[in-house]
């Protein structure tokens, strides 16, 4: 099974951004990490700041991946286009969280893509991308 991780904005940052809500680990050790735990996938690795990026390889992803876990950061509280394409893709999509996104700043409680996903799976650190692959074989 090929699973397309799919990170947002800003978390190229990880491991030196606010790391007490997102942690010290930064996330291309941290996917070394997966890609040892899930030997039996192969793991693919994409981040973006930048909205049409992300979209084009959501649409991308439904070629050549079975599953997509999608972290769109803040995109997810604001973007109708990235919701509009998880809707139109035709393979399953769980969106990930690292923080508790609803015991955070109000704005950060709605999430445009959830409705067009597998599920959803916040506040449980980076250890997050692991459940949602995880999700997959369920």
């Known amino acids: 099974m090929k699973i397309l991780i799919i990170n947002g904005p800003n978390l190229n940052l990880l491991g030196a951004r606010e790391p007490d809500i997102y942690g010290a680990v930064t996330f291309e050790d941290y996917f070394t990490q997966l890609q040892f735990r899930f030997k039996t996938l192969e793991l693919s690795y994409f981040q973006s700041n930048h909205e049409g990026e992300l979209i084009d390889k959501l649409q991308e992803a439904q070629e050549n991946f079975q599953g997509v876990v999608l972290n769109a950061a803040?995109?997810?509280?604001?973007?109708?286009?990235?919701?509009?394409?998880v809707k139109a893709i035709k393979i399953p999509v769980v969106e990930v969280h690292i923080s508790?996104?609803?015991?955070?700043?109000?704005?950060?409680?709605?999430?445009?893509?959830?409705?067009?996903?597998?599920?959803?799976?916040?506040?449980?650190?980076?250890?997050?991308?692991?459940?949602?692959?995880?999700?997959?074989?369920?």
């Open 74 to 85: 803040a995109y997810t509280h604001t973007s109708i286009a990235i919701a509009d394409t």
């Open 100 to 138: 508790n996104i609803h015991t955070r700043e109000d704005f950060r409680k709605h999430s445009y893509i959830a409705p067009y996903t597998k599920g959803v799976i916040v506040g449980f650190g980076l250890e997050g991308y692991a459940l949602a692959i995880q999700s997959f074989n369920s």
